[in-house]
């Protein structure tokens, strides 16, 4: 994880009874209303989100990466949830709490429309 991410996770911890004033919840909401805007149509269907994921083993030295590349992240979760949706009311699931890998199986993601994935390193 990059040295500024991590300094703003630890910070997040320091600011959370901070974020939960009213005051600076309205305050923040009003400014994420005014400033903040949602994709429109055309980059929801032409967008793309890139993902990077690296492990490494201190023990072995070996290390795995993996890329992946989605559709627009709300058309992404519009696929996933209504896929997820869809096998879940097939009885495709077992019961009980899941998340999409334990429900779906570990390439679930690469199941849903647009996805790719690379893998690459030792692993």
Do not use: C, K, N
């Amino acid at each position: 994880m990059p040295s500024a991410a991590r300094r703003a996770l630890r910070a997040s911890g320091h600011l959370a009874p901070l974020f939960d004033a009213a005051p600076v919840r309205d305050t923040l909401r009003s400014l994420i209303t005014r400033f903040v805007d949602g994709p429109d149509a055309d980059e929801r269907a032409t967008g793309r989100a890139h993902i990077w994921g690296e492990v490494s083993s201190d023990a072995t030295g070996e290390t795995a990466v993996s890329r992946l590349v989605t559709p627009e992240t709300y058309a992404f979760t519009v696929d996933a949830a209504t896929t997820a949706a869809e096998r879940t009311l097939d009885g495709d699931t077992p019961p009980g709490y899941q998340t999409p890998a334990t429900a779906f199986g570990a390439d679930f993601v690469t199941d849903l429309d647009g996805v790719t994935r690379t893998d690459d390193g030792d692993a």
